[in-house]
């Protein structure tokens, strides 16, 4: 038996029927079922894919090194620092503004501390 008449034999015996020339006549439509869907030619659509991915996709492959890439990485978060002081000794207006934030903060705590004392004195 091969897998069709398997397939139909189960079939047959979750019915609860077993009648052969039954089995023989489902097993024989299965067999025309699948004899017309091999006759039909199947269209695959061909996949869509945007022209600068196959242009990426035919170039040949890099042999380039990360450290070309991406130059030499800092070694450390401390060494960075170094390196960005070390460029300009000047304040930029990023800086000045955050300085003035904290002022302006240390500014705000005390006003409310010494309220908070003036209040613990009354």
Known sequence: MDG?????QDRCQV???IDTEEFKSQLAEMRTQVAKLVEKSVQVPTPIMPDSLMQMLN??????????LWGELPKSKSDKRKHITEESDEKIPADLSR????????????????AREKEAIE
Not at 59 to 68: F, L, V
């Open 15 to 17: 019915d609860g029927s």
């Open 99 to 114: 300085e003035q934030r904290r002022q302006e903060k240390k500014a705000r705590k005390a006003s409310r501390k010494a």
């Open 59 to 68: 170039q040949e492959p890099s042999t380039q090194s990360i450290d070309d």
């Open 4 to 8: 069709l008449e398997n397939l139909v």
